[in-house]
């Protein structure tokens, strides 16, 4: 049975931390790995990684992915209380639909 | 990146009644999901719509309770039928923008059932 797995749970850290979210995967037929921000209820969109060991930037946050050991990892420097959100990662199989991890809460205290 | 519209934005609802949920796009997309975030968990997919087809249902969802319409490529709507209180959950429907594009989301639906 496919799924995702992601970790820590949650996560409480001060401003200018940085941290490191994970997510490990075992899925049929892969395509794609993405990640997502949930604030309030739209997720709205980070990364989506499709190739091994290539990192995406966007500003204080990054990703990569290993396709060979299956796993991901997000990481964000210098956070700030704004990045305070539930980060959610996305695994994407031929049929075009995901199947979504259990999500980090990260808290990010000034 | 497509622009989605969902509404309501969240509605509150007796028992045994009905609710349709709204998902409208800026732009022609060929493929429309529909999934449910229950509280404190993360999201399900209910069925992916397509149109000028039936929708297709992930398992433990079916049609006479999230009977779901494609009339147009740029519109869809979730029926959440003879709701009880374990279907307060938030809804989403999302979009595929296109080939090795990420899906987008709407704002999202909260529904909470009395």
């Known amino acids: 049975e496919d799924k995702v797995v992601q970790s820590p749970l949650s996560l409480v850290v001060h401003e200018g931390d940085t941290v490191t979210l994970n997510c490990s995967y075992e899925?049929?037929?892969?395509?794609?790995l993405l990640w997502y921000k949930q604030e309030k209820k739209a997720p709205t969109f980070l990364f989506m990684l499709?190739?091994?060991?290539i990192e995406k930037k966007s500003g204080r946050l990054s990703s990569i992915l290993d396709k060979k050991e299956l796993f991901s990892i997000l990481n964000i420097t210098a956070t700030q209380t704004g990045d305070s959100a539930v980060y959610l990662c996305?695994?994407?199989?031929?049929?075009?639909?995901?199947?979504f991890g259990a999500g980090t809460r990260l808290t990010v205290k000034p | 990146s497509a622009v989605i519209s969902q509404k309501p934005s969240r509605d509150i609802c007796q028992r045994g009644t009905s609710l349709t949920i709204q998902c409208q796009v800026d732009?022609?997309?060929?493929?429309m999901f529909w999934y449910r975030q229950q509280p404190g968990q993360s999201l399900t997919l209910i069925a992916t719509?397509?149109?000028?087809?039936?929708?297709?249902?992930e398992s433990g969802f079916v049609i006479d309770k999230f009977p779901i319409s494609r009339p147009n490529l740029t519109f869809s709507t979730l029926t959440v039928s003879n709701m009880s209180p374990e279907d307060s959950s938030i809804y989403l429907c999302?979009?595929?923008?296109?080939?090795?594009?990420?899906?987008?989301f709407g704002d999202g639906t909260r529904l909470s059932i009395l």
């Open positions: 899925v049929t037929n892969f395509r794609s």
């Open positions: 732009s022609q997309v060929t493929m």
């Open positions: 996305a695994v994407e199989a031929e049929k075009n639909d995901m199947r």
């Open positions: 719509a397509n149109q000028g087809s039936e929708a297709t249902y």
């Open positions: 999302s979009v595929d923008t296109g080939p090795g594009q990420p899906q987008h």
């Open positions: 499709t190739s091994s060991g």
